[in-house]
């Protein structure tokens, strides 16, 4: 059997660990003390798994290009997902717009069943386990180097870094590093799926106030670059929550910026809370 390396022990390099261990040997490294750090703090601590929804309506939300994610979406389906985590005995439930939860409202339960899954699958975890370098012949790799010592080969490496969205996690853009070290031309990374700042000084006077249900639009030269509804949160510094995060992709990092948001829908419905 061959010997496969997983680099980064988030969802995606512990999915594709476990697979991969149905016909190899799996090793995965990570660089925290413990696996899915990032995946603990998603959902406010609760963790969207998937979304119940047929999997022919997820492109419908997938921006720029959903075609991209045609083979991967129908090769391993929201279906597969939840069966996975309630195979190993974590139980889910289906919310509003069917947003798929762990029953517990916990983060740490998917964890625990990832964790599981690995266990089960006889993968090696390696943690405390930085990939400082990666080891390469005729731009094929052939080992990694640990925490700056240790050299560990390999005959097929799989590098499930993230991106550079969260250094405390883990995330500093390490994969597009390796990658642009093995020749491969790296796109400049932008900010996606993040909260938005704005300028206005009362902000800090509504920091914590929750708004469902209202429709918000990002403006750029009086052009409407993006409008939606859904549910919006005031921070210290300027708006975030799910509506914000989709937004976010429209704006770049140069030029003026609006957000326009309307309270109509949320008073309407008396939908407003704190």
């Known amino acids: 059997m061959a010997k496969v390396?997983?680099?980064?022990?988030?969802?995606?390099?512990?999915?594709?660990?476990?697979?991969?261990?149905?016909?190899?040997?799996?090793?995965?490294?990570?660089?925290?003390?413990?696996?899915?750090?990032?995946?603990?703090?998603?959902?406010?601590?609760?963790?969207?798994?998937?979304?119940?929804?047929?999997?022919?309506?997820?492109?419908?939300?997938?921006?720029?290009?959903?075609?991209?994610?045609?083979?991967?979406?129908?090769?391993?389906?929201?279906?597969?997902?939840?069966?996975?985590?309630?195979?190993?005995?974590?139980?889910?439930?289906?919310?509003?717009?069917?947003?798929?939860?762990?029953?517990?409202?916990?983060?740490?339960?998917?964890?625990?069943?990832?964790?599981?899954?690995?266990?089960?699958?006889?993968?090696?975890?390696?943690?405390?386990?930085?990939?400082?370098?990666?080891?390469?012949?005729?731009?094929?790799?052939?080992?990694?180097?640990?925490?700056?010592?240790?050299?560990?080969y390999g005959d097929y490496f799989i590098i499930a870094t993230g991106g550079a969205s969260y250094p405390l996690t883990g995330s500093r853009g390490e994969g597009q590093k390796f990658a642009k070290k093995l020749g491969h031309t790296i796109i400049e990374l932008k900010p996606s799926l993040v909260p938005i700042e704005l300028n206005e000084s009362w902000l800090k006077d509504l920091m914590g106030l929750s708004l469902k249900n209202i429709s918000l639009s990002i403006l750029k030269n009086n052009k409407v670059l993006y409008k939606n509804q859904g549910e919006m949160l005031f921070t210290n510094y300027g708006i975030s929550g799910p509506l914000v995060l989709s937004g976010s992709r429209y704006v770049k990092n140069e030029g003026n910026y609006e957000a326009a948001i309307d309270l109509k829908p949320a008073l309407n419905e008396s939908e407003l809370d704190k």
């Open 5 to 152: 390396i997983v680099i980064g022990a988030g969802p995606a390099g512990i999915m594709a660990a476990i697979h991969a261990s149905k016909k190899h040997n799996v090793t995965i490294l990570d660089g925290n003390d413990r696996i899915g750090k990032k995946l603990f703090i998603t959902g406010k601590g609760r963790c969207n798994v998937t979304n119940s929804k047929d999997i022919s309506e997820f492109f419908d939300y997938i921006p720029g290009n959903p075609h991209f994610l045609y083979s991967a979406l129908y090769s391993y389906t929201n279906e597969d997902t939840m069966n996975f985590f309630e195979n190993v005995g974590i139980k889910l439930k289906v919310e509003r717009g069917g947003r798929v939860f762990p029953m517990s409202d916990k983060s740490s339960d998917i964890i625990k069943g990832l964790s599981i899954g690995l266990k089960e699958s006889n993968v090696q975890v390696k943690l405390n386990s930085k990939v400082t370098n990666i080891i390469y012949d005729a731009n094929k790799i052939v080992g990694v180097e640990i925490n700056n010592s240790t050299k560990l």
